[in-house]
């Protein structure tokens, strides 16, 4: 009972929180594309001909989705897709930590070279992690409170 | 009583029923056609969205390539070492049997800890003939605060190395770090120190000035940076003895290393 109040409201604020986090993260990674090319680069999983690419659409994959998930359209889908960035992110970072590299995750824009014991493994895992938790709860329960789409398309019931 | 089948009202009733099945099935073509249209425009909606989505994606590729392709008419230092692509600086002797190639950023403070503990050794073991250094300069530590020191500083470097030679580089390299300003609350040494320490280094040419001042080699910088990425250096200072990363980057370190690859 109280349960169906509550779920979409929380639904909302997973929404916000998300689609808050991915449109920081992708526009701090627009204004110097070189520091994204070589954030991308210090991974060293990709090579050289598609980490321009990445680097550049990345951003802009994380900017739409975030955009769907602040107003509340194709809530389900960007959840979807949030949840497979997360991932993405989560074997980086973690493939990095195991090899020894010593980079910054580049998440919020900067990236790439850290001076020695400046990396910040362990709380980069947790935080996607609990927001990889986020996006597939919110792809579960994608019905929400102040979403665009209950405007065009009425849910009932 | 009559026969209730034969019950004209019956008979209403029957009609009424049936205009209510003929009613339920009308409403539920017409729910059918609603949920039609919506999943069409669902389908609709979704394709455009996902073109909306290739598109920026496609844009914004294109956008950044042509932001991050760097003028290839900008101006080179000369006396660049072979093998560095252009972004390198050597001193000492050719035939020494180690190399030991520097990534360092003049505004990082662990760069200074290891010139402060390790620097003359290095320069000694470069004298003596036993080592090679190779000096790639690094510039990511720029900032509004500083006045994007690092760029700067190491465009000054590449007018000196340009301007008096390698050594000459060397000399103003242990000046920048000998009078590194803090990273945090340093505003960056100014255009006129670096002019006089380059002065101090033996670059006295009478271009030096106008081309520190004028950061002739900004470009270049922004390939130095790029090109320590694609050598896959992620820190600094790292520090390559004879392509084997030193972790103990203490004089007694760096020796044990050198001495250990010249054996």
Same mark, same amino acid.
């Given at each position: 009972?109280?349960?169906?109040?509550?779920?979409?409201?929380?639904?909302?604020?997973?929404?916000?929180?998300?689609?808050?986090?991915?449109?920081?993260?992708?526009? %701090?990674? %627009?204004?110097?594309?070189?520091?994204?090319?070589?954030?991308?680069?210090?991974?060293?999983?990709?090579?050289?001909?598609?980490?321009?690419?990445?680097?550049?659409? %990345?951003?802009?994959?994380?900017?739409?989705?975030?955009?769907?998930?602040?107003?509340?359209? /194709?809530?389900?889908?960007?959840?979807?897709?949030?949840?497979?960035?997360?991932?993405?992110?989560?074997?980086?970072?973690?493939?990095?930590?195991?090899?020894?590299?010593?980079?910054?995750?580049?998440?919020?824009?900067?990236?790439?070279?850290?001076?020695?014991? @400046?990396?910040?493994?362990?709380?980069?895992?947790?935080?996607?992690?609990?927001?990889?938790?986020?996006?597939?709860?919110?792809?579960?329960?994608?019905?929400?409170? %102040?979403?665009?789409?209950?405007?065009?398309?009425?849910?009932?019931? | 009583?009559?026969?209730?089948?034969?019950?004209?009202?019956?008979?209403?009733?029957?009609?009424?029923?049936?205009?209510?099945?003929?009613?339920?099935?009308?409403?539920?073509?017409?729910?059918?056609?609603?949920?039609?249209?919506?999943?069409?425009?669902?389908?609709?909606?979704?394709?455009?969205?996902?073109?909306?989505?290739?598109?920026?994606?496609?844009?914004?590729?294109?956008?950044?390539?042509?932001?991050?392709?760097?003028?290839?008419?900008?101006?080179?230092?000369?006396?660049?070492?072979?093998?560095?692509?252009?972004?390198? /600086? =050597?001193?000492?002797?050719?035939?020494?049997?180690?190399?030991?190639?520097?990534?360092?950023?003049? @505004?990082?403070?662990?760069?200074?800890? /290891?010139?402060?503990?390790?620097?003359?050794?290095?320069?000694?073991?470069?004298?003596?003939?036993?080592?090679?250094?190779?000096?790639?300069?690094?510039?990511?530590?720029?900032?509004?605060?500083?006045?994007?020191?690092?760029?700067?500083?190491?465009?000054?470097?590449?007018?000196?190395?340009?301007?008096?030679?390698?050594?000459?580089?060397?000399?103003?390299?242990?000046?920048?770090?000998?009078?590194?300003?803090?990273?945090?609350?340093?505003?960056?040494?100014?255009?006129?120190?670096?002019?006089?320490?380059?002065?101090?280094?033996?670059?006295?040419?009478?271009?030096?000035?106008?081309?520190?001042?004028?950061?002739?080699?900004?470009?270049?910088?922004?390939?130095?940076?790029?090109?320590?990425?694609?050598?896959?250096? =992620?820190? =600094?200072?790292?520090?390559?003895?004879?392509?084997?990363?030193?972790?103990?980057?203490?004089?007694?370190?760096?020796?044990?290393?050198?001495?250990?690859?010249?054996?």
């Amino acid at each position: 009972m109280s349960s169906d109040l509550v779920r979409p409201w929380l639904a909302t604020a997973a929404r916000l929180l998300l689609g808050g986090v991915l449109v920081v993260a992708g526009a %701090l990674k %627009l204004p110097d594309p070189a520091e994204a090319v070589r954030a991308v680069r210090a991974y060293r999983l990709l090579p050289e001909a598609v980490v321009g690419p990445v680097a550049f659409g %990345l951003p802009v994959l994380e900017i739409l989705v975030g955009l769907a998930l602040l107003v509340g359209v /194709f809530v389900r889908t960007a959840a979807v897709a949030a949840a497979v960035l997360m991932v993405v992110f989560l074997a980086g970072v973690s493939s990095a930590w195991a090899r020894g590299l010593q980079i910054d995750c580049g998440c919020f824009g900067g990236g790439g070279e850290v001076a020695a014991g @400046q990396t910040a493994y362990p709380w980069e895992v947790v935080r996607d992690t609990a927001l990889l938790l986020v996006a597939l709860a919110l792809a579960r329960w994608p019905h929400s409170r %102040l979403a665009l789409s209950n405007r065009l398309e009425p849910v009932h019931g | 009583m009559a026969d209730p089948n034969k019950n004209p009202a019956r008979g209403a009733g029957k009609k009424a029923a049936a205009r209510e099945r003929i009613a339920a099935k009308r409403a539920a073509e017409a729910a059918a056609r609603a949920a039609e249209q919506r999943r069409r425009r669902t389908v609709l909606g979704g394709a455009v969205a996902a073109a909306v989505v290739v598109i920026a994606v496609v844009v914004a590729i294109v956008v950044q390539t042509s932001r991050t392709s760097t003028d290839a008419d900008a101006a080179r230092p000369d006396g660049t070492s072979a093998g560095g692509n252009g972004y390198t /600086f =050597t001193v000492g002797q050719a035939d020494a049997p180690v190399t030991v190639d520097l990534y360092e950023d003049f @505004q990082c403070p662990n760069c200074k800890d /290891f010139e402060d503990a390790a620097g003359s050794t290095l320069e000694q073991l470069a004298e003596a003939g036993t080592v090679q250094i190779v000096y790639h300069g690094m510039a990511f530590l720029d900032s509004s605060q500083n006045d994007d020191y690092s760029t700067r500083a190491l465009n000054a470097a590449a007018v000196v190395a340009s301007s008096a030679g390698s050594d000459a580089y060397e000399t103003f390299h242990d000046l920048l770090y000998a009078n590194q300003p803090d990273e945090r609350t340093g505003s960056g040494l100014t255009d006129d120190q670096l002019v006089a320490y380059a002065e101090q280094a033996g670059a006295t040419g009478e271009d030096v000035a106008a081309d520190i001042r004028d950061l002739v080699y900004g470009e270049w910088v922004k390939g130095a940076e790029d090109q320590a990425s694609k050598d896959g250096v =992620t820190g =600094t200072p790292t520090v390559l003895v004879d392509g084997t990363k030193l972790t103990d980057l203490s004089a007694a370190g760096l020796t044990a290393a050198v001495q250990a690859a010249s054996s």
